[in-house]
């Protein structure tokens, strides 16, 4: 379960971060994809900028491939505690700047920034330190 959860966060900081950094402009004006227009209705195009969250994502994706082959306890929660870091405000932001989308772009976007939260939450919940029984404390 918990390596699923962390092959998925890895194909969202992929398929973000890959674009970003590969192709800028078109991120810009074509994120998420499939008609959808998310980064183009929030301001003005910055390529320093869109290159820079290319960059984030791709390091998350570095990180959490890691600890997806891994399979370390601490580093499966350091990813998970990183992936929270970063997708709580990241949400947190896009929550308060949807007047501009429709109800469908308003959903989906809910859903993948509020799924990124809800697998990274997980992660870390799974693979939170247990306790030693009584009997196993020296």
Not at 14 to 34: D, E, H, I, K
């Amino acid at each position: 379960m918990t390596r699923a959860a962390l092959w998925v966060l890895c194909a969202a900081a992929a398929y973000v971060g890959g674009w970003a950094m590969l192709a800028p402009r078109s991120f810009y004006s074509g994120f998420p994809g499939l008609g959808h227009h998310w980064i183009d209705a929030d301001g003005a195009y910055n390529e320093h900028l869109i290159r820079d969250v290319g960059s984030l994502y791709l390091a998350l994706l570095v990180l959490t491939a890691t600890a997806a082959w891994r399979m370390e306890p601490r580093l499966v929660r350091v990813a998970g505690v990183v992936w929270l870091v970063f997708g709580i405000p990241h949400l947190g932001y896009h929550a308060l700047h949807l007047q501009q989308f429709g109800a469908a772009d308003i959903a989906l976007n809910a859903l993948s920034l509020g799924g990124i939260v809800v697998l990274a939450a997980g992660v870390c919940v799974l693979n939170r330190p247990r306790a030693q029984a009584s009997h196993d404390r020296p």
